[in-house]
C-alpha cells in the first residue's frame, strides 16, 4: 500500500498526461473505481458483452487501468481466468506456460522475481528454458487470460483498458506445490 494514493480523477488524468513515458503514474486494477456508484456509467459505455459472460457480475469483476507509456505489470500469474479490453493505446503481453512455474522462481503468492525484458540468469538460471509467448494487443482488441497463465504488461504508449473475469462459469482456483517455500 506505500504506492497508493488518492487523487481526483481529473488531476491524475492531467498528471498521466503531463508525465510522457513514466512508471510514476498507473491506475491498476486494485483501485475498486468500478465498484463507485458515481463510475456505473463508464460500465454502460462497454456495451453488450458476449453471451459466455455474467453481465450481472460486471459491477464486481470489471477493472480499470489507465497510464502513461511505459508502465510494467510485473511477471505473475492471476487465480481467474480474465478478458482484457484495450480502449486506447497497446500493450505489450508476455506470457509463460503454467508448466514452467518452477522455473519462474515464485517464492511469493503469485509473482515471479524474474523481468521477462532483462532475466538475470545468474541469479534465475532455469528461466533460460523457458518460452516466452508475446502479443501487442490494440484499442478495440479484446484478449483472453487462460486460468494460471504468467504474464508480463508493459503500456507502449498511453494506456487505458478495461479488464473483466466474468465468464458464466466458476472462475477461481487455488493450488499448492510443495516445492514453492512459502506454501
Known sequence: MQH????????FVNQVLAAGPSKDHYLTANNELLRQPQFASLLRDIGSL????DASQ????GSSWFGPA???TQLHHDALML?????????????VSPLDTLKL?????????????????NRYPDFSQVKVLEVIVEAGETMFLPLGWWHQVTALDLSLSF???NPGVPNTFSYRNPDIRNW
Open 105 to 121: 522462481y515464485n517464492y511469493y503468492d503469485v509473482y515471479s522475481p524474474v523481468n521477462i525484458d532483462r532475466p538475470d540468469l
Open 83 to 95: 478478458f482484457h479490453t484495450q480502449v486506447v493505446g497497446h500493450k505489450r503481453w508476455r506470457f
Open 70 to 72: 511505459g508502465t510494467v
Open 163 to 165: 479488464s473483466f473475469s
Open 50 to 53: 458476449p453471451d459466455y459472460c
Open 58 to 61: 460486471l459491477t464486481h469483476s
Open 4 to 11: 497508493r494514493r488518492r487523487v481526483r480523477l481529473g488531476d
